[in-house]
């Protein structure tokens, strides 16, 4: 069912956003592992709501318990069961929406493919069921490093119509954290905030961009033709809420050239083969090819604004609706760790598939 992501290193996350909690299994994690909740926990805090004045106000510690899978701090094999609690939800905003559809939201479609919705919070429609994955995310960000030195960001690139200037090759973690928007260009940055804030005090939100890139990467993840790296990468990032587009490398911009201007250059420089530009965003043929990944991800503005809008209600009446509860202005700054999570999520299941396909062999040379 659609609650299971990946083949190998298998996730299935758990929960509705005002119930008892959310949560996440994971299934092939390697064991002796070293693991405890601090190795978690911080990229949950980067998630969680209530961290600064352009995210929801709704404070929630969303402290992370591990339920089964380890022992003594180190991983066993066997399924790895995490819980956090939901603490500060309010139901009562939501009473209104129990029989009319918020526009652009999942209720009217979950209203009738189940004929029967939890309607607090969303439910399971909630971004809180991200937490799961972003819990799963830091433990797949952990063997990615410590087996394969792969390193995985994200940042954001994109408010509505300001951009800035980001080099995927020198993006670096303490950049991203350098104000609360997790943008690295400090001279764009401080825009971006100050339209976020005026959108929230108009009562509106805002969308943008959101790049991810993973580094070391080593040449030969992927498995065509219908698991290629960037379909699932691609999956892996639609399967987030509120996103509407993913590009990889040049991306859409890339039908603007021929193709001697778009083709990557191989060379071979100090016996190592290497690209000399990287519109293919580090994977060709659907297999990575040892550059650096690098890719975009496209968020629409946050459904729920504080403004009447038209709808209809369960008994098809036309009624209308004003948001009401706690909500993002921007879901940006709280969606670079759930991109980085879906990143690593999805290179750690292909790296476990390509050394159980093709093992320890000698990478072919020339």
Known sequence: MGNTFGQLFRITTWGESHGGGVGVVIDGCPPRLPLTE?????????????????????????TVKILSGTFEGLTLGTPISMWVKNEDFRSEAYNEMAEKFRPSHADYTYQVKYGHRAWPGGGRTSARETIGRVAAGAIAKKLLREFWGVEVLACVTQVQHLKAQVDPETLTATSIESNILRCPDASAAPAMI????????????????ILGVARNVPVGWGDPVFDRLEADLAKGMLSLPATKGFEIGSGFDGVLLTGLQHNDAFRNVDGKIVTTSNRSGGIQGGISNGATLHFRV????????????????????????????????CVLPRAVPMVEAMTALTLIDHALRHEA???????WAP
């Open 38 to 62: 601090a190795d978690i926990q911080p990229d949950l805090d980067r998630r969680r709501p209530g961290q600064s004045s352009i995210v929801t106000p709704r404070k929630e510690t969303d």
């Open 194 to 209: 100050q339209l976020i804030e005026e959108r929230r005090s108009q009562g509106d939100s805002v969308g943008g961009i």
């Open 298 to 329: 496209a968020f629409k503005p946050v459904a729920t604004v504080m403004h009447e809008q038209d709808t209809v209600d369960i008994h098809l009446q036309n009624t209308t609706l004003r948001g009401r509860g706690r909500h993002d202005p």
């Open 357 to 363: 396909q093709c093992g320890h062999r000698e990478r």
